[in-house]
C-alpha cells in the first residue's frame, strides 16, 4: 500500500507543449482559477479507507518572478484504516498563471514509517529541475537534472489537462504526457474514450472518460488499469477515478465541490 496517493495522482498527469528559450508560452485557461476545493472519498473496495482534498490557494504567489496559484493535495488514511497503514500525504505545486506549468513543487509523505520531504525548482528556460531531499536525520540531499520542455510535475499536469478542448477529439485519439516525478522524467500515452454518466457522491454527472497507459510498475495490473472522468462542462474537474491495483481496485469518489469558475453540469435523471 506505499505510494498510495502517488499512484492516484499519476493518472491526474497532463500532456505538455512547446516553448522557446527565451519566453514562457501563454496557455488559456477558463477552467479554474484561485479558491477552487475539491474533496474526495477513496474506497478500497467496498471500505472508504482515505479522504484527499484538492485546492488553489485564495490568493496568488509569486515564484521566480513569476504569478503562480499554489494548488495544494493532501491525502489521509481514516480512523480504521490507519491500523493496516497510516497515510499523511502533501502535494503542492506553484503553478505558473500564464504557462500553466510547475516554477516550484513540494512533497512531504507519511506512509507507515516511509517518509519523504522533496523540494523541486523548475527552470523552464534552460529545461532543469533542481531537487533538494531531506533525510532522517536532517542531512540535505540535493541533484540537478534536465528535463523536456515544458515539463509537468504531478499536481500541475492535472491542471493543464484540464485547459483541453476535448469536444474536438474523436475516441481513440491519443496524446502523451511528459512529467517528471521522483527524479525521473517519464513519458506516457492517453486515450480518450468519450463521454458517459457517472455516478458520484456529488451527483450524477456526465464526464469525459480518459485512460492513462502506465508504465510498467508493481502497483498496477496492467497498462490499461485507470480510467479517469472529468466533468463534462466548462469547470473539467475530476469527479471520478478508478484503477485496477495488485492490491485490489481503488475508487476515487467526488464528494463536495466549492468556489468552481463555472456551474457544474449535472446530468438529468
Known amino acids: 500500500m506505499k505510494r498510495f496517493f502517488p499512484a492516484i495522482l499519476l493518472i491526474l498527469v497532463a500532456a505538455f507543449g512547446f516553448v522557446t528559450k527565451d519566453r514562457m508560452r501563454t496557455v488559456p485557461n477558463e477552467s479554474f482559477s484561485s479558491g477552487e476545493v475539491?474533496?474526495?472519498?477513496?474506497?478500497?473496495?467496498?471500505?472508504?479507507?482515505?479522504?484527499?482534498?484538492?485546492?488553489?490557494?485564495?490568493?496568488?504567489?509569486?515564484?521566480?518572478?513569476?504569478?503562480?496559484?499554489?494548488?495544494?493535495?493532501?491525502?489521509?488514511?481514516?480512523?480504521?484504516?490507519?491500523?493496516?497503514?497510516?497515510i499523511r500525504d502533501t502535494w503542492q505545486s506553484y503553478i505558473d498563471t500564464a504557462a500553466l506549468v510547475p516554477q516550484r513543487s513540494f512533497r512531504n509523505i507519511e506512509e507507515g514509517n516511509y517518509r519523504k520531504r522533496e523540494t523541486v525548482d523548475f527552470n523552464h528556460y534552460n529545461n532543469t529541475a533542481s531537487v533538494e531531499k531531506k533525510k532522517k536525520n536532517r542531512d540535505k540531499e540535493s541533484s540537478k537534472h534536465k528535463v523536456p520542455d515544458n515539463v509537468q510535475d504531478i499536481v500541475s499536469g492535472f491542471y493543464y489537462m484540464r485547459t483541453f478542448d476535448y469536444d474536438k477529439m474523436r475516441v481513440g485519439d491519443k496524446f502523451n504526457i511528459q512529467g517528471?516525478?521522483?527524479?525521473?522524467?517519464?513519458?506516457?500515452?492517453?486515450?480518450?474514450r468519450g463521454k458517459e454518466?457517472?455516478?458520484?457522491?456529488?451527483?450524477?454527472?456526465?464526464?469525459?472518460?480518459?485512460?492513462?497507459?502506465?508504465?510498467?510498475?508493481?502497483?498496477?495490473?496492467?497498462?490499461?488499469?485507470?480510467?479517469?472522468?472529468?466533468?463534462?462542462?466548462?469547470?473539467?474537474?475530476?469527479?471520478?477515478?478508478?484503477?485496477?491495483?495488485?492490491?485490489?481496485?481503488?475508487?476515487?469518489?467526488?464528494?463536495?465541490?466549492?468556489?468552481?469558475k463555472h456551474k457544474i453540469l449535472l446530468a438529468q435523471n
Open 38 to 86: 475539491l474533496k474526495y472519498k477513496v474506497h478500497y473496495g467496498p471500505i472508504t479507507a482515505a479522504e484527499a482534498v484538492i485546492d488553489v490557494a485564495p490568493t496568488l504567489h509569486t515564484i521566480n518572478g513569476r504569478p503562480c496559484y499554489r494548488a495544494t493535495v493532501t491525502g489521509k488514511t481514516n480512523g480504521s484504516f490507519d491500523l493496516f497503514i497510516k
Open 180 to 192: 517528471f516525478f521522483d527524479e525521473e522524467n517519464f513519458n506516457m500515452e492517453v486515450t480518450y
Open 197 to 260: 454518466v457517472v455516478n458520484t457522491k456529488a451527483g450524477n454527472i456526465r464526464a469525459i472518460k480518459l485512460t492513462p497507459k502506465m508504465p510498467k510498475n508493481k502497483m498496477f495490473k496492467d497498462g490499461n488499469s485507470i480510467a479517469v472522468y472529468l466533468s463534462d462542462d466548462d469547470n473539467k474537474i475530476p469527479v471520478l477515478i478508478q484503477a485496477e491495483m495488485f492490491v485490489g481496485s481503488v475508487k476515487v469518489n467526488l464528494y463536495e465541490y466549492k468556489n468552481l
